[in-house]
């Protein structure tokens, strides 16, 4: 197996299966001092230096917060208005990187620019780690849900998948990388203007990912055992900010998980995944149902950005 000791986490492409199951077993051996709400010692000479150039609740702090679970540290940004890079001088990745990897041991990115992590890796001595790049990937985000998935079930393969929202997100894109490596159809729904594009489906075939579309939630969730769910209301991933401007509109029924669709149509063991902040595809009135497993899946982000920072940190091999 290749080392995770120094290795950048740009993307759920480059992964494979057994890596998958290394991480999930770390995350299961640094689990308890987050259930216990405990610090270790495992990190006490390291570094986190957070850069995000696009607004993060869960990221940045998930990251943060398992990073003091470790007993390491952290600094760094998350506007970049105040630095260099977001004034008159919009310092490039370049010079920005060659400065952040003398401040820390390794770096996690959010931007607003797909494969703008790949490029800080180019420049950067320590790891980076890809917080969100555009619509690029979310490799953390997909790495937690499965994770997330794993523990609910105790295995992935033979699940089925229905993954709903705007497929332009960068966490469709990880998940559908991801379950490449697992045996786990899948079916997408969502708006045709935000559909799977022709050149990422003939890469999904390539890698023979069981998968296929459909227009309403209605037609896929009875079958499903996990169920996926992000925005169709959402802002533009490729800008730095998008504020909230006059009538947004609302989620159409064919993209929404309401609490009576799944009493009537889902399976009474499926899970119910939201990676959040949502809008109105999942009312409120679901968070109660047994179906719903975004709270577990936020407390698992810790856990699982505890395992990446302590693999790429050489604290576990
Ligand atoms: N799920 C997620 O990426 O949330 P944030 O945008 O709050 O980081």
Known sequence: MRSFLGRDILSLKDF????????????EELR???ENRQNTDLLTEKTLVTAFYQPSTRTRLAHEAAMHRLGGHVTGFSDPKMTRAGDFYQESIKDTVKMLEYYGDVIVMRHFQQGAPHEAAKWASIPIINGGDGWGEHPTQILTDLYTVYREKGYLDGLRWLAV????MRTMHSLAYGLTQFDCPITFV????????????AELEQYSLNFKEAEHVEQAI???DVILVEPVVQPDYTKARDERAGDIGLTPANYKITRQLLTTKAKSDAILLHSLPRMDEIPPDVDITRWSRYWQEAFNGVVMRMALLALVLGAME
């Open 190 to 201: 969502s708006p045709p203007d935000m559909s799977l594009t022709d050149e990422f489906k």
């Open 16 to 27: 494979e299966r057994h890596e998958f199951e290394r991480v999930f077993d770390v995350a």
């Open 32 to 34: 308890p001092f987050a």
């Open 165 to 168: 929202g705007d497929m332009r």
């Open 222 to 224: 009875a079958d499903a």
